[in-house]
Antibody, heavy 118, light 110 residues
């Protein structure tokens, strides 16, 4: 059974960089796309972007200038960096695996709350 | 405001059937696959339906999905109190180059 676990600071100061890592267990990170999704409290889901095991990325256009994703296949991990954060970036951040063939998210991490505040 | 439109809430009695709609356009639902997710309170979303109408292993056949034109529908039969959750539709948008979700529908089992 594939499991994903997000890790990283729960508090980030405004204008700084949010950094999160997702560790994949129970399966290989190879041959799949891996996504980041966020959810502000009481609101809906927002896709941030995805990365393939080879390093190919697709980012949400409105976040493209602030987002960087990377992958470390040796550690079965992938990461998210979001620069110049504001209070609007406060949310629960989820990592997820994209299923084979079409864009659907079949395995999700439990999520981690990131608060942007001084 | 979400690109995909869902009703904010639906409700039905235990044992009954409910449907949740998801309305989009030709750039998303009309020409791309739809997936559905269930989010129980305080937990991560869970995939219920993918490729419009396919169920992952372990999802009971009480859950079904369909698509017609630029709209999709999630159906749930034999409602249980444990089905109370938020439900989201999702799709790729070819014009936005973005994965988009509906605003979510809160299901109450009365």
């Amino acid at each position: 059974q594939v499991q994903l676990q997000e890790s990283g600071p729960g508090l980030v100061k405004p204008s700084e960089t949010l950094s999160l890592t997702c560790t994949v267990s129970g399966g290989s990170i190879s041959s799949y796309y891996w996504s980041w999704i966020r959810q502000p409290a009481g609101k809906g889901l927002e896709w941030i972007g995805r990365i393939y095991a080879s390093g190919t990325t697709n980012y949400k256009p409105s976040l493209n200038s602030r987002v960087t994703m990377s992958v470390d296949t040796s550690k079965n991990q992938f990461s998210l960096k979001l620069t110049s954060v504001t209070a609007a970036d406060t949310a629960v951040y989820y990592c997820a695996r994209e299923g084979v063939g079409t864009i659907h998210l079949d395995y999700w991490g439990q999520g981690t709350l990131v608060t942007v505040s001084s | 405001q979400s690109v995909l439109t869902q009703p904010p809430s639906v409700s039905a009695a235990p044992g009954q059937k409910v449907t949740i709609s998801c309305s989009g356009s030709s750039s998303n639902i009309g020409n791309n696959y739809v997936s559905w997710y269930q989010q129980l309170p305080g937990t991560a979303p869970k995939l219920l339906i993918y490729d419009n109408n396919k169920r992952p292993s372990g999802i009971p056949d009480r859950f079904s999905g369909s698509k017609s034109g630029t709209s999709a529908t999630l159906g749930i039969t034999g409602l249980q109190t444990g089905d109370e959750a938020d439900y989201y539709c999702g799709s790729w948008d070819s014009s936005l180059n973005d994965v988009i979700f509906g605003g979510g529908t809160k299901l109450t089992v009365l």
